[in-house]
């Protein structure tokens, strides 16, 4: 099918780390039902180093592939590394996303910076409000 | 294996069609309007097709146009009945809320230009009622136009009585038959039709070309300027061999409708009652007055693209209504005019059969669905809130 690139597809049809943390200590969301994506990530953070990281996501191909992309470019990374991650860099890892699917490469990171921001936040870190944009500023839902 | 199961998008051509067109691209390649012998044999073949669609639609020849295809035949339709009414200054048209775009757009149109447009509900049954109509109708309705079939959830209208109703009222009657012709027996004269378009690629016949049928006396408003081709109603040198390959798989589908439809509709049967036993599903259409192929289905917590490329993956071809299919933001209007919600619209599923699927590619199909929409919901966040009760089930 050539509407996705093969990376696209190898991440869709075998993505990394599906699944949920029973004891994160960061969980994100963003999307809704409505709009036809959500994503979820979980994130276990130990000494600023992303233990591990699950995702669960409803949505198209492109949006469970950038879910299991960018959950594989941050484990690992320390958490400075993980708030570093751009959408297009996601986007790029895959190969490129087609111009309408772009939002879900958007989508991923925001669900990973939202998650981190839930660290942040339960463990009473400071942090800049600015540095989390939260979905709702995306076009894709109104 | 490989199943096509997506029939109302377009069909595979039939041998018949393939050979009724290859003569008209090889030796027989004149044009109609040359008046030299390959020229008026390629007439004569024109004339012969014409002839075969009007049998096929119980008219007379004169009364079917050659167009581009269903959409071409549904905006002429629509813009010929309108401009009639403006001229009486009737502006009011009656249509369904579930059209095909190429009626609902060129409704929008007219909408700017100050008709006033009113589509009926059909979320009662997911269908529509010839009584709704007839409540609808008013001294200035220029124009009802609906579906014969809908393409999505493959709800058949009661088109003979809204003929009825139409020629009662004196109110121009069009049908988009794009899903009908060929799979349901259709008779404009006695189902009191004025107009009807309708789409070769449908039957097993080939793409870009279709066909308006107009009553005899009907003014059409041309859609393309130029030649007097087509009684001077639609301009461009006639595709003879579209025509001719759309008239002969025409002719073979009309010829076998009810062995197809006995047939086709086993197959729909066994679907639709195996998929209905997927949990928190729904079945979309009406149950009852239904197209013979067309299976449509809601699946809560999943998101119908990655539920296709899983099935391609698998070796069916299907369709679906989510907003990541359409290349647009929103599910398919024509779910949420039924009444589904954004939430289980962008879950759905059509698959549309023909007579020349099988009955162990229904085994596949009944193997491969609740497998893959089972795995995507092991992966959705939405499936897991409403396996926990954070998030109610709507199916």
Known sequence: MALYSEKVMDHFTHPRNVGVIEDANGIGEVGNAKCGD???????????IIKDVKFETFGCGSAIASSSMATEMIKGKSIHEAMALTNKAVAEALDGLPAHKLHCSVLAEEAIKNALKDYYDRAGLPYDEKDFPDCEHCEHCE | MQVYADNAATTKMSQTAIDAML?????????????????QEAKEALD???ETVAQCLGCEPREIIFTSGGSEADNQAIISAARLG????KKHIISTAFEHHAVLHTLKKLEKEGFEIELLDVRQGHNITAQQVKDAIRPDTCLVTTMYANNEIGSILPIPEIGAICKEAGVPFHTDAVQAVGHLHINVKEQNIDM???SGHKFHGPKGIGALYVRKGFPLVNIIEGGAQ???KRAGTENIPAICGMAAAMKEACDHIDENAAKVSAMRDKLIEGLSKIPHSAVNGDLVHRLPGNVSFCFEGIEGESLLLLLDQKGICASSGSACTSGSLDPSHVLLAIGRVHDVAHGSLRLSLCEWNTMEEMDHILKCVPEVVEYLRSMSPVWRDLQ???RTYIL
């Open chain 2, 23 to 39: 003569p008209y691209m090889t030796t027989i390649y004149g044009n109609p309007s040359s008046l030299h012998s390959v020229g």
């Open chain 2, 230 to 232: 087509e009684r001077g």
């Open chain 2, 388 to 390: 926990t009760g954070k």
């Open chain 2, 48 to 50: 012969a097709a014409r």
């Open chain 2, 196 to 198: 009807l378009s309708l």
């Open chain 2, 86 to 89: 403006e001229k009486k200054g």
């Open chain 1, 38 to 48: 959500i994503m979820k990530i979980y994130l276990k953070i130990e000494d600023d």
